[in-house]
C-alpha cells in the first residue's frame, strides 16, 4: 500500500512513554519532550474514552506517534480511537496470530479490513481534509503485546502476520506468568525475551518492551529490543515525590 502522508513520522519506534493518569496538562508537559511516540493506556490506566479525546486534543507536535491501549479487542472502540487521531493501537494479551490477523482487520479499511469510515471523523480534520483513495491510505499502527507462556511459544506466528508492527513484551504480566506455573510449562524470564526478539527480527518487525529498570537498558538492547518505553507519567511522578520526601526527610 502506498504510505499516506498523512501517517506520522515513519513506522519505525525509539523512546517513547507510557500515559496513564489521564490529565491533558501532564500530556502536554510530556508531548514537548523529544520523545519519539506516547502510549494512553485504556487497559490499566487512570483515563476513560472521554479522557482520552481531551489528552488526544492537547498534543501539538505532529512528529509523534500516538498509541493507544485498547483492553481487549473492541473493533468499534478500535475504530473510534482512530478516528479521534491515534496513529495507531497496541492490542494486549495477543495469543494467537488469528488475533493479530483480527487486529490488522479492525484498523484498516476495505478492501483490507473491515474498519467502518467517516471521512469526518477528527483524523480526517472534521471533513476538511477529507481521505482522496481509501485503497492508498496506509493502515496504522498495531503494536501486539507477548505476555504470557503461549504467547511467547506462539510469537513467530504472531510476528509472521502482515500489518503487524511491533511485538511488544508487558513484562510484568509475563514474568507473573512464566513465575507461576509448573516448571515444565514455562521457562526462563530472559529466554522468554530473546525468543520474542528472534521472533521480531526473523518477520522484520520491531521488538518492544516497557523499561522499569534503567539497569536493564543494555541487556534489552543486546537482545535486540528497539522500541522502548520509558517507564510512565505515574511512575515518574510518584518516584521524584519519593525522591523529594527522602531529601527533605519526611520518610
Known amino acids: 500500500m502506498i504510505p499516506n502522508e498523512n501517517l506520522k513520522n515513519n513506522r519505525n519506534f525509539g523512546v517513547g512513554t507510557w500515559i496513564s493518569i489521564g490529565s491533558p496538562v501532564i500530556t502536554e508537559v510530556i508531548s514537548n519532550f ?9 487497559e490499566h490506566g487512570c483515563m476513560n474514552e472521554t479522557a482520552l479525546f481531551a489528552n488526544l486534543q492537547a498534543i501539538s507536535r505532529t512528529d509523534l506517534k500516538i498509541i493507544v491501549r485498547v483492553g481487549q479487542f473492541d473493533e468499534a472502540l ?16 495477543v495469543h494467537t496470530p ?39 491510505w496506509q493502515s496504522p499502527l498495531l503494536l501486539v503485546q507477548i505476555e504470557d507462556y503461549e504467547s511467547v511459544q506462539r510469537c ?8 503487524v508492527d511491533v511485538v511488544f513484551v508487558g513484562p510484568r504480566d509475563l514474568g507473573v506468568d512464566l513465575s507461576t506455573r509448573p516448571a515444565g510449562e514455562s521457562m526462563a524470564f530472559d529466554e522468554a525475551l530473546k525468543i520474542v526478539a528472534r521472533a521480531a527480527l526473523k518477520n522484520n518487525r520491531q521488538a518492544g518492551i516497557l523499561v522499569r529498570n534503567e539497569d536493564d537498558l543494555p541487556k534489552f538492547k543486546q537482545f535486540g529490543y528497539t522500541c522502548l518505553a520509558a517507564g510512565s507519567d505515574l511512575g515518574i511522578i510518584r518516584s521524584g515525590y519519593r525522591k523529594l520526601a527522602e531529601t527533605y526527610r519526611l520518610v
Open 34 to 42: 523529544p520523545l519519539d511516540w506516547i502510549l494512553f493506556d485504556l
Open 98 to 136: 488469528e488475533l493479530a490477523a483480527a487486529c490488522v482487520k479492525a484498523i484498516q479499511y476495505p478492501p483490507y479490513g473491515n474498519r467502518g469510515v467517516s471521512s469526518s471523523a477528527r483524523c480526517f480534520a472534521y471533513g476538511a481534509r477529507p481521505p482522496k483513495d481509501l485503497e492508498k
Open 156 to 163: 513467530d506466528e504472531i510476528a509472521a502476520v502482515e500489518g
Open 78 to 93: 478500535i475504530g473510534r480511537v482512530l478516528d479521534w487521531g491515534a496513529d495507531g493501537i497496541m492490542m494486549p494479551h
